[in-house]
């Protein structure tokens, strides 16, 4: 189980490119979580992750952007992880570039399940050191490794 509470597939985890933008980091991502037996349609899962974008940029500042979405063609919760040691323009509330996006997908009546991932998650990157430590990592392995790592 990772710090978020939920169990992150090591293939949902990367390490993204210098130059990358923020579709191509999104896709990416929705990508990975795609590859999961819990989304059923990979491409109502894309609509609706840049239809949440589309609304309000999901980049909450300090270097972190968590896009979350809540749709029928997913049957269970999945996340991926995508470090950009680089940063990404993110379009964020403190025009910073994001280093740390954390992409998770719900199924459309997991309200209750998705406030306390999205809470988890947060309290996560809020910890002192933590998004520093996701930082320092040099490959998706690294990156797996810190958040399986429940110390803090």
């Not at 509330?93 to 809470?119: G, T, W």
């Amino acid at each position: 189980m990772s710090v978020f509470g939920i169990d992150i597939a090591r293939e949902a985890v990367c390490i993204l490119r210098s130059g990358i933008s923020k579709h191509d980091a999104l896709d990416i991502l929705i990508d990975c979580i795609s590859a999961s037996d819990a989304v059923s349609d990979p491409e109502a899962l894309r609509r609706a992750v840049y239809d949440r974008e589309s609304v309000m940029s999901t980049g909450i500042g300090s270097g972190v952007a968590i896009p979350h979405v809540r749709i029928e063609e997913v049957t269970q919760p999945v996340v991926a992880v995508g470090i950009s040691p680089q940063g990404i323009n993110f379009d964020t509330l403190d025009n910073q570039a994001v280093h740390i996006i954390v992409l998770f997908a719900m199924p459309a009546q997991s309200h209750k399940e998705y406030l306390k991932l999205l809470a988890q998650v947060m309290l996560a990157l809020k910890t002192p050191g933590f998004r520093e430590r996701l930082l320092a990592c040099n490959s998706p392995t690294e990156v797996f490794e810190v958040l399986q790592d429940s110390r803090e």
